[in-house]
């Protein structure tokens, strides 16, 4: 049998790094191709790697036909699914498997409602045999959240909406550096908010000038932080604040450093509550004392 080998297909998964060909190549000539290569009638589906190897070196090879295939998206979906499972594929790699899965996923739950439609509207008659052994195995295709998505690959809901960020934003000398380490995911998604043009200078330039670029975007974006003795007074209002005491619990703020205004609000809040029950307890125990 020719084995065909497909462009679109071999490229479908990022290829493997220059340490981890030569190391598949060490296995193999060693030990042989020992994993069967996967086919869709002649089209090689998985072990493009292998077959490359065996076919510089001369060396046999086994073929598997996976006959439940039924078009390229089922093709591309069965992919996707070995990958995921694979220790190897980084983190970036995941993501963007896990959206490539959701948007064939989410193209066939459209074709799904309109053939309902028509089948409701008598159209069209309904399918013949729902359980047709040859039909594929994502014949029904349900809605996929962002959480399944995270979890199936492995990640946080952030992090698939950072990763979905440099998908669709990202010039691809950015992506380029994520997949490659230079950048972190979630540096890469806050450079990939500048234009086109800054994001190519910021690559060019490096991993340092990256990180700078990252820290520029977040820090465009923090709101301006109130000064502490604004907010101490905005926590209550209603509250007789002894000067002193507001001096000290503004040095304290300033001794934790940046932190969520809200979060500096509620802890003035709570200090300023506390004062006032150890008054009302301090009271208390006067009252008790003189009974």
């Not at 981890?20 to 493009?48: K, M, N, P, Q, T």
């Not at 209603?238 to 002193?244: I, L, M, N």
């Not at 001794?255 to 208390?284: F, K, V």
Request: charged letters at 30%; aromatic letters at 2%.
């Amino acid at each position: 049998m020719d084995i065909v080998v497909k462009e679109e297909l071999k490229a479908y998964i990022d290829p493997l790094t220059q340490d981890e060909h030569d190391a598949l190549e060490r296995s193999i000539l060693a030990e042989g191709c020992r994993d069967a290569l996967v086919l869709w009638g002649e089209v090689l589906v998985d072990g493009h790697n292998r077959y490359g190897i065996c076919q510089k070196h001369g060396l046999p090879f086994q073929t598997i036909q996976n006959t439940r295939f039924q078009s390229m998206d089922d093709v591309h979906l069965w992919m996707i699914e070995q990958h995921l499972g694979r220790r190897s594929v980084s983190d970036f790699q995941r993501g963007v498997l896990a959206l490539r899965k959701r948007d064939i996923l989410a193209e066939r739950h459209r074709a799904d409602q309109a053939q309902l439609q028509k089948e409701s509207d008598g159209e069209i008659s309904g399918p013949a045999d729902a359980g047709d052994e040859d039909s594929p195995p994502w014949a029904a295709a349900p809605k996929v959240s962002r959480a399944d998505m995270a979890r199936e690959a492995r990640l946080s809901s952030s992090q698939v909406t950072m990763i979905e960020r440099i998908h669709k934003q990202a010039a691809p000398e950015l992506v380029e550096a994520v997949k490659t380490g230079v950048i972190s995911i979630s540096a890469a998604a806050a450079v990939a908010d500048l234009p086109e043009d800054e994001q190519r200078a910021a690559a060019a330039a490096g991993k340092d000038e990256l990180k700078q670029a990252a820290k520029r975007v977040r820090e465009s974006k923090r709101k301006p932080r109130k000064p502490v003795q604004e907010v101490l007074h905005s926590a209550d209002g209603d509250a007789e604040v002894d000067p002193s005491r507001a001096a000290e619990i503004a040095d304290a703020l300033n001794a934790l450093g940046e932190g969520p205004a809200e979060l500096r609000q509620r802890i003035i809040a709570l200090t300023l509550e506390n004062d006032t029950l150890r008054q009302q307890l301090a009271a208390l125990r006067k009252q008790v004392a003189d009974i």
